[in-house]
């Protein structure tokens, strides 16, 4: 199974962040593992971060690994591999392409079923998304979604499934720095709530509308403590990983 990297990239929801400007420093503080307990069973789940400099080289889990690519200091690739049978067996790739130094293009591609997402920016601070699912029999699918930043932050996420279905993400945050804030390339990389921030996600809110009608409001909220540097030791969340506890140790 590949749970310590699915948990891992579940919590990207949450945490991972970006500075305004990246140094590329040795000295730099940079998270060395992430641990995942069961609050239930007192097990854990222990993923291990390599870097070369400050640039991402890998996230290894006893259950798979996460790859990753550059080009300069863009992140071009993600590859997630889990294991079976004591051997590595590829699950899923993100592919990103760049223009005037932003994302432009993120591709994913999993067996038969490739998304893509084309970004466009306005002067406003939002975002427009074009979300082009391709699949094994033949089948196409556009969707739409715009993201609303302010000073760096993604507070808005509005979704259009069809005609009928469509919703929206709120999202607050606190002050502090994140585990991941320093990594090169990360700040670039935009999937809706998985995009990089400026600060941590502390609170959600969603709302599922339909025929102009709202159906439900949903709240979420990830509580943090920190070290004496500000940066997020331990992390609990009713939204991604009920009943799991995310530790961070850094280097």
């Known amino acids: 199974m590949i749970k310590s990297l699915f948990y891992f990239l579940l919590a990207l929801l949450i945490t991972l962040s970006s500075c305004s400007s990246e140094e590329k420093n040795s000295d730099l503080i940079l998270p060395q593992t992430i641990n995942y307990i069961d609050i239930k069973t007192s ?3 222990l993923v291990k971060v390599s870097y070369d400099g400050n640039k991402i080289k890998s996230l290894i889990g006893e ?3 996460i790859e990753f690519e550059y080009e300069g200091d863009f992140i071009i690739k993600q590859t ?3 294991k079976k049978e004591g051997k590595d067996v590829k699950n899923d790739e993100y592919s990103y392409s ?3 130094d932003k994302l432009f293009l993120e591709t994913h591609i999993e067996g038969s079923h490739k998304q893509t997402r084309l970004f466009t920016y306005n002067d406003n601070g939002t975002v427009d998304v074009k979300i082009n699912s391709f699949y094994s029999n033949g089948q196409e699918r556009e969707e739409k979604e715009e993201y609303t930043f302010v000073n760096g932050n993604l507070i808005k996420v509005t979704y259009n499934h069809n005609q009928d279905s469509m919703g ?3 999202f607050e945050y606190d002050t502090k720095s994140n585990p991941f804030k320093n990594v090169l390339g990360y700040k670039l ?6 995009s990089i921030f400026i600060n941590n996600i502390v609170e ?3 709302t599922d509308i339909f025929k102009g009608s709202v159906l439900n409001t949903r709240n ?3 509580e943090y403590i920190y070290n004496n540097q500000g940066y997020p030791v331990k992390m609990t969340s009713n939204l991604i990983l009920p009943n799991k506890i995310i530790e961070y140790s850094y280097k």
């Open 204 to 206: 959600v809110t969603s």
């Open 98 to 100: 760049y223009k005037n």
């Open 43 to 45: 097990t854990d789940s």
């Open 168 to 170: 929206e993400l709120k």
């Open 189 to 194: 990389l935009m999937h809706g709530s998985y």
């Open 220 to 222: 979420y909220k990830t």
């Open 63 to 65: 259950g798979g690994r």
């Open 80 to 82: 997630r591999y889990f």
